[in-house]
């Protein structure tokens, strides 16, 4: 089944700098990638998502990329602002419909 | 749209005890999955139902949990004789059918979550 690996598991950076989270998978059927935040005691919401038929996605501040031949997709957040501290979750669809998850990664943006 | 909709949001058990989580899922998705998170953890699939059907329960422990989606009603994680290793934040997300995958809806929208504390 699909793996989903995450790094790094922590975060921090300078409110108006980059961010990126990079995520690995392992089932190169895998055709569909969400990014989720999750707030203190909130559920997660859905930030942006990708396609297999797409290399690049961009909405705001916010962009992800995808290498299907490398099997690894990532998260770019700029301008960061202290709304964005969170914890963000990467995730994959593989060929059986499942959806899997990472670890996570708790960002922080320090003032 | 109500959204996705789970109940309890908070349960005490003690050991031993059964407890029951429901999840409606969104109007117009057909699929439920389970996650179950713990303090300052990951989401961690469980089971992945459609109506009257499982279709992956691979990450579901063997014994003391069960999942259901019945015709009629929500979809049910039951876990049986807790103990205090079940205390997490239990997701129920939902998903259109599978041929919607590649439209711009969104996939998996998550419900509030069921808090689970076992005493």
């Known amino acids: 089944g699909e793996n989903v690996e995450q790094h790094p598991s922590t975060l921090s950076v300078q409110e108006g700098d980059s961010a990126v989270i990079k995520c690995t998978y392992s089932?190169?059927?895998?055709?569909?990638f969400p990014w989720y935040k999750q707030e203190l005691g909130k559920r997660p919401q859905l930030i942006i998502d990708i396609r297999s038929n797409v290399g690049e996605k961009k909405d705001q501040r916010i962009a992800v990329t995808l290498n299907k031949t490398a099997k690894h997709f990532s998260l770019h957040i700029t301008e960061t602002q202290p709304e964005d501290s969170a914890v963000y979750f990467c995730a994959a669809r593989g060929r059986d419909d499942k959806i899997i998850f990472g670890k996570g990664t708790r960002l922080h943006i320090l003032p | 749209n109500a959204g996705v909709m789970q109940n309890p949001r908070h349960l005490v058990r003690r050991r031993g005890q059964e407890a029951r989580l429901r999840c409606s899922p969104m109007?117009?998705?057909?699929?439920v999955y389970w996650y179950r998170q713990l303090p300052e953890e990951g989401l961690k699939f469980m089971v992945y139902?459609?109506?009257?059907?499982?279709?992956?329960e691979s990450g579901m422990p063997k014994e003391r949990f069960s999942a259901e989606f019945p015709k009629e009603g929500p979809s049910i994680l039951r876990i049986q004789q807790v103990v205090r290793g079940d205390s997490a934040a239990y997701f129920c997300a939902s998903s259109p059918l599978r041929q919607e995958a590649f439209s711009g809806a969104n996939v998996l929208t998550f419900g509030a979550g069921s808090r689970l504390t076992v005493l």
């Open positions: 139902l459609q109506k009257e059907n499982i279709i992956d």
């Open positions: 089932d190169s059927a895998s055709n569909y």
């Open positions: 109007k117009g998705h057909s699929h």
